[in-house]
């Protein structure tokens, strides 16, 4: 029998009705052989893990209530991140104050206060500042809907869909892991025991907007597309348009999976049979502050270490001259036609590709190159941030292009060193670099000459 009539017989074993028959099956002689083995203590058995996965495990109910609780997972992150924000940048920006008179004081040089204080101490502080709010809303919460029991109901009710594309059901807990940090996605794919599938998962994880490309999408989405709202009215909108990127990030990785699936990865989705845990209560000390803060701690010095360089590059970058122009802006005006094309600019284009170490760093490094300042710059007040922007000629699609390129870009260059561990393989690791900067580019593409064909802008 040949290869291609085996792969027709396993197929033709692997039907959906079959599967879901011997599950069924085992679920009940299961219930039988408890029914005639366990006694109940209390007159009435507990049936509150029943109850509940009727509605959140529910055909009907239970992607409104996954979307919610998104939802309200986001609200709280975006709502509860700001003020603290803004307090740790005030802190970092008097002590960089603080710094700079010393350095003044010892009549250090101004090439190595711009390398060590405007370059390495700004760039990682602004690293901090954004990062370091969120996650510590993000994890815990995140902690414990995990610990509740909820997870892996999201992960039975996602099994289905990822099965349709050729994918396995465990892909959505390790997407979910994707909204905190890409890289410690990445390893989590562990879980997925076919290696077919587990590819599948670690090619497509990026597509789920990490931890350090919040502070861009809920930036950009806040100035521009909440911009007449104001107060609870403008968090709202701010998250809906922020759980609406991250449905698209979702449908991304559907479809680049259902593709993947039909060609270079091309085989016969794996059975997955999920025993639901049940409903228990959280343990806060133990399980969720403590992994919180771990998690919290390593994407942190992760995110430090690969933006430091950076910092110093980017600084170096702005404030070498070849004549009258420096190196950034030679590389700014070579990028600006073909950034021009998916509506952006030759600053958005550099800044994302000095990014790669590090998302959380592309809004500074744009908006030193917007300022001409030659060293990573903040901003004290929104108004004057969505000047700066107005000033070089963006609107609402300019937002919406550098958003959706924030989503779907390449991975960062953590992601890609773990893939590369985890793959051991230069030619996956150089496809999970290609297949999301390929979409990066179309999606805007279409988005930019659709508008301007249509005679919008």
């Not at 055909?59 to 309200?72: D, E, K, N």
């Not at 950034?339 to 800044?351: C, S």
């Not at 030619?427 to 508008?451: D, E, S």
């Amino acid at each position: 029998m040949s290869i291609q009539e085996l792969y027709s017989e396993a197929q033709a074993l692997s039907n959906e009705k079959l599967r879901d028959d011997i599950v069924q099956q085992l679920y009940q002689q299961s219930r039988q052989l408890c029914k005639e083995g366990i006694t109940f203590t209390k007159s009435k058995q507990d049936t509150r893990t029943e109850k509940l996965d009727s509605i959140f495990t529910s055909p009907i109910f239970g992607f409104p209530i996954m979307i919610t609780m998104l939802g309200v997972l986001f609200y709280l992150t975006i709502a509860g991140a700001n003020i603290p924000s803004s307090m740790l940048a005030e802190m970092f920006g008097y002590i960089e104050s603080q710094i700079t008179v010393l350095f003044h004081a010892l009549h250090a040089p101004d090439w190595l206060h711009g390398i060590l204080v405007l370059g390495l101490y700004r760039g990682t502080t602004w690293v901090v500042s954004v990062m370091l709010p969120p996650m510590a809303i993000f994890f815990p919460a995140f902690a414990l809907l995990e610990n509740y029991g909820y997870l892996p109901r999201v992960a039975f009710n996602m099994d289905r869909l990822f099965k349709r594309v050729g994918a396995h059901g465990k892909q959505s807990l390790t997407m979910a892991m994707g909204f905190g940090c890409n890289a410690a996605a990445v390893i989590s794919t562990r879980i997925i025991e076919s290696p077919r599938e587990r590819m599948l998962a670690i090619l497509t994880n990026n597509f789920v907007p990490c931890n350090g490309r919040w502070g861009t999408l809920i930036l950009l989405a806040s100035l521009f597309m909440a911009a007449n709202f104001t107060g609870g009215i403008k968090s709202l909108i701010t998250t809906g348009v922020i759980v609406g990127i991250v449905l698209f990030g979702i449908i991304v990785t559907f479809f680049v999976s259902w593709i993947l699936s039909k060609t270079a990865l091309k085989g016969v989705p794996t059975h997955y049979t999920l025993e639901l845990p049940p409903y228990r209560k959280p343990k806060i000390l133990d399980t969720v502050i403590r992994s919180s803060l771990t998690k919290s701690w390593s994407v942190l010095v992760r995110a430090v270490k690969v933006a430091a360089p950076a910092a110093i590059l980017t600084w170096v970058f702005a404030n070498i001259f070849i004549g009258d122009t420096s190196i950034l802006m030679y590389a700014v005006n070579f990028l600006d036609p073909f950034g021009k094309l998916l509506g952006l600019d030759g600053y958005i284009m550099m800044a994302f590709i000095l990014g790669l170490p590090a998302n959380e760093i592309v809004l500074p490094i744009l908006l030193m190159g917007y300022l001409s300042t030659g060293s990573l710059t903040e901003v004290d007040n929104l108004v004057d941030l969505k000047k700066i922007f107005l000033d070089h000629g963006w609107t609402w699609l300019t937002a919406l292009n550098m958003m959706l390129f924030s989503l779907l870009h390449y991975p960062c260059g953590t992601t890609l060193l773990n893939i590369y561990k985890e793959t051991k393989s230069k030619k996956w690791t150089f496809l999970a670099f290609l297949i999301p900067t390929v979409i990066a580019i179309l999606v805007p593409l279409v988005i930019t000459q659709t508008v301007r064909w249509l005679g919008i802008l």
